[in-house]
């Protein structure tokens, strides 16, 4: 499996917004008939952007629809292109045979886009002329986060995993006077017949829990983890780091100045004429979409280039949540310039967990996440400047200006836009199941474990029966360490030099046996035809 983002931005017709808004209440109301047939999807949205300009004087908005998906698809080859071409080939695929059935989904779709410039007058009556429209309008998407679940698991993966957690957990509070007798301290000879039991108990809600090609998935997404963090190691020292330091200095030395900021009691943001949409407060998967105009002029926009790609290298090194903030299951940034040499928007995805406050307060308390989120929007319009803040700090950091806290929450609040269409395969696609990224690396952790055969060898299993311990003392698995650990890394990267090194020989000898055949002399090109004599001296022996 692998796992893609697409985005598609398309322009409004300025006439009719407000049909637009009407067409999109009934597609919140229809998601679940327009996406729970894509293949692989995830999370689809649809939001409503403006990006006219504050100084703009001619008084037409610049309005633009942005549609959003993560979904995962087959192992394969091609770039990102490649992976947005398969969802979209999907997503009109099921439109159309909704079409054929007289759906009102797909009339609903049509109206949507309708409302949009150049869109297929025929709709989806001509599905590859709506594929063509869709990806001659698609943005690349610049970094991105993506739990680790959603790396290598299918939609109906995730469900069947979470299904397995909840009947183990079941049958466990069924046995849960026999099991509080037993001395649990995850001795060799104590766990392996209720590891076996527990494997039944698995196997018996899925048939397909144990399958060897989730094993070989699961293996290469941590190893291409493995391979981000070294990765990272070298492109940021050697390659980001040095562009960013020079550009920054460039636009310390050269750069619009900016005056100084009075902070009030209201942040300006919140006292804009278009006020903030409502919190999504829910407890699993609440939506965001933010958008900033870049304000420092072409450098800013070089410096944003140059960053957010080691950024995303960062971000694909994690195995659990973002530097153990198990609150995030996908977000993304990417640059958008509605014209070539109009001004740069940084677009902003997310689906979080748990209420708006804490979801920011997470970042905010975490001093690594704030400052690489404080590099990548600094550059933005009306971002708040460091400051040296009222609490006080020990005599060593007193000099340091920090990020404040507030203005820095009422400038995402200013510049969020709301969701007008929101769908997730596990509140949507099926049964209800409220998939937290806690509860989902609990039943990826508990799958891994019940996939061994055995856990009864001394040192090799010794891990496992560690943590089958845990979860049946806890009722939760360890989530582990944020980032592969060192052997891991060693291991990886030995085995991927050895391997290259392995297919580098192989293609040598390859080579070699074929231009030096028997009875055909080195000096004719391949393919050449040998001389009769050489054919006749090669059958003789």
């Not at 060898?457 to 089958?468: E, G, Q």
Request: glycine share 8%; with cysteine; charged share 25%.
């Amino acid at each position: 499996m692998r796992h893609g983002t697409a985005t598609v931005i398309t322009d409004i017709r300025p006439e009719a917004l407000a049909e637009l808004e009407a067409r999109l209440a009934e597609a919140a109301r229809l998601r679940t008939g327009l996406f729970a047939g894509v293949p692989g999807l995830h999370f689809a949205r649809w939001a409503l952007i403006d990006l006219t300009a504050p100084e703009s004087a001619d008084g037409q908005r610049e309005c633009r629809l942005v549609f959003g998906a993560d979904f995962t698809v087959p192992d394969g080859t091609g770039g990102a292109l490649q992976l947005d071409r398969q969802l979209i080939h999907g997503l009109v695929s099921w439109l159309r045979g909704l079409r054929a059935q007289g759906a009102r989904e797909a009339s609903v779709f049509d109206d949507v886009y309708r409302t949009c410039r150049d869109y297929p007058a025929a709709g989806l009556a001509d599905p590859d002329a709506v594929e063509a429209y869709l990806l001659r309008h698609r943005a690349e998407t610049t970094a991105r986060h993506v739990d680790f679940v959603y790396r290598f698991e299918a939609p109906e993966e995730v469900r069947e995993a979470v299904g397995v957690l909840r009947a183990v957990n079941q049958h466990l509070d069924e046995r849960a006077r026999q099991l509080a007798k037993t001395p649990w301290r995850g001795g060799r000879g104590e766990l392996p017949h209720l590891h076996r039991e527990l494997r039944d108990v698995a196997l018996a809600e899925s048939s397909t829990v144990f399958d060897p090609d989730w094993r070989r998935r699961l293996r290469a997404a941590r190893g291409s983890a493995a391979t981000a963090t070294v990765a990272y190691l070298f492109y940021r020292n050697l390659w980001s780091r040095p562009v960013v330091l020079g550009l920054r200095l460039w636009m310390r030395l050269f750069g619009p100045k900016q005056p100084p900021r009075q902070w009030g009691p209201c942040a300006p943001e919140l006292t804009a004429a278009r006020s903030p949409p409502p919190p999504s407060d829910a407890m699993v998967q609440n939506p965001m979409v933010h958008v900033a105009r870049i304000t420092g002029g072409p450098v800013a926009v070089k410096l944003a280039k140059a960053a957010l790609p080691s950024v995303n290298l960062r971000l694909r090194r994690y195995l659990v949540g973002l530097n153990h903030i198990q609150t995030i299951h996908c977000a993304r940034w990417l640059l958008y310039s509605s014209r070539d040499g109009g001004p740069h928007h940084l677009i902003f995805f997310s689906n979080y967990d748990d209420s708006w406050e804490a979801y920011i307060d997470a970042f905010v308390d975490h001093e690594d996440v704030r400052q690489f989120l404080e590099f990548i929007w600094s550059q933005t319009d009306g971002f708040p400047q460091r400051t040296r803040g009222l609490v006080p700090q020990p005599w060593w950091r007193r000099w340091r200006k920090q990020l404040p806290v507030e203005p820095f929450k009422a400038w995402l609040r200013g510049h969020e836009v709301p969701t007008r269409v929101w769908y997730s395969a596990a509140l949507d696609g099926g049964p209800a199941q409220r998939h937290s990224v806690l509860l989902l690396h609990n039943a990826l952790r508990l799958r891994e474990l019940l996939a061994r055969e055995r856990i009864d060898r001394p040192l090799r299993d010794w891990a496992a029966r560690r943590a089958f311990a845990a979860f049946l003392s806890r009722g939760a698995c360890d989530p582990g360490r944020a980032l592969p650990r060192l052997p891991a890394l060693l291991t990886h990267s030995l085995s991927t030099l050895s391997a290259a090194l392995r297919g580098w020989l192989g293609e040598t000898w390859r080579k070699h046996r074929v231009l030096h055949r028997p009875g055909i002399p080195p000096s004719l090109p391949l393919g050449t035809p040998a001389p009769l004599g050489a054919a006749a001296a090669a059958g003789a022996g």
